[in-house]
């Protein structure tokens, strides 16, 4: 592909960004991210695949780009990436005051309250994105998830080969959740309230016997809440901040039902 072997010369070489077909390159790549047709990662029959050549891309793209005032009066911004626009046409409900940057993808049907969603970010059909939430660079969001007001999904550019945080299709992350550094939330689970789920973040199945621990993945149909565990220290015994599977989504709480039936089969606050 000749845009991935441009944007990896110049990768390796950044004197080459002075030479227009390779800053026409990196304009086409996040044109095209813009657009949906390449994504920083994407779910394959194996696994989910990092693209690091289009992450690549976007770093590139900051030092081509000058800062310009952008004006949509009565606000000002002062920055180097333009803002999202053509809602109506795309589809997408945009209420006063949500921004997206120009580099991110936004599908059809998807509502954006007053929100944040930033450059290579992908954000598919259908979904919800509520107020004060964001959405980090090329952070991936399937379908028809609901991000509960203050969420915070991280962003991740650097390192190139590090993974984005995905949330796959039919989710629900409770107010003022925070999902970073990678993490995997995969389909139609939930994550109650103030849950905050980093790549090193214990996650413990306590639905068992025996409680099973992992990190990095939130299971398919998982219910989660926040907990803690005892860990110590020089100092002492403290409380550190880990994530509870008590449960996983019930018949009565699959797509035709709100998925805050959910959290509240469990008497878990949303």
């Known amino acids: 592909m000749k845009l991935k072997e441009t944007i990896e010369a110049a990768w390796d070489d950044r004197e080459l ?3 227009n ?3 026409k390159a990196i304009h086409e790549v996040v044109d095209q991210l813009d657009r949906g047709i390449l994504r920083v990662a994407q779910k394959e029959p194996n696994g989910w695949k990092v693209n690091d050549w289009v992450k690549k891309a976007v770093i590139l ?10 004006e ?7 920055d180097k990436i333009p803002l999202k626009s053509g809602y109506k046409a795309k589809g997408v409900r945009v209420v006063p005051h949500a921004i997206a940057r120009y580099g991110a993808y936004i599908s059809k049907g998807v509502i954006m309250m007053p929100s944040y969603i930033n450059i ?13 939430a964001t959405v980090g660079s090329c952070a991936q969001v399937g379908k028809n998830v609901h991000i509960s007001g203050g969420v915070g999904i991280g962003g991740v550019l650097e390192p ?7 949330i796959e299709d039919n989710c629900f992350i409770g107010s003022r959740s925070i999902v970073v550094e990678g993490v995997r939330v995969e389909y139609e689970a939930v994550l109650g309230a103030n849950v905050v789920i980093t790549n090193s973040t214990r996650i413990i199945d306590v639905t068992g016997k025996e409680p099973v621990e992992t990190k990095g993945v939130v299971p398919a149909r998982s219910v989660v809440i926040p907990g803690s565990y005892t860990k110590s220290f020089p100092a002492g015994d403290f409380q550190v901040a880990c994530a509870l599977i008590i449960g996983t989504r019930k018949p009565s709480t699959d797509l035709k039902t709100s998925l805050n039936d959910a959290l509240r089969e469990y008497n878990v606050a949303v």
């Open 21 to 23: 077909d390779v800053q």
């Open 120 to 132: 290579g970010a992908y954000v598919d059909e259908g979904t919800m994105v509520d107020t004060w």
């Open 61 to 70: 793209y900051f030092p081509i780009r000058k800062m310009e005032t952008i």
């Open 17 to 19: 960004l002075g030479k």
């Open 160 to 166: 190139v080969q590090a993974a984005p945080v995905i």
């Open 72 to 78: 949509t009066p009565p606000f000002e911004f002062h």
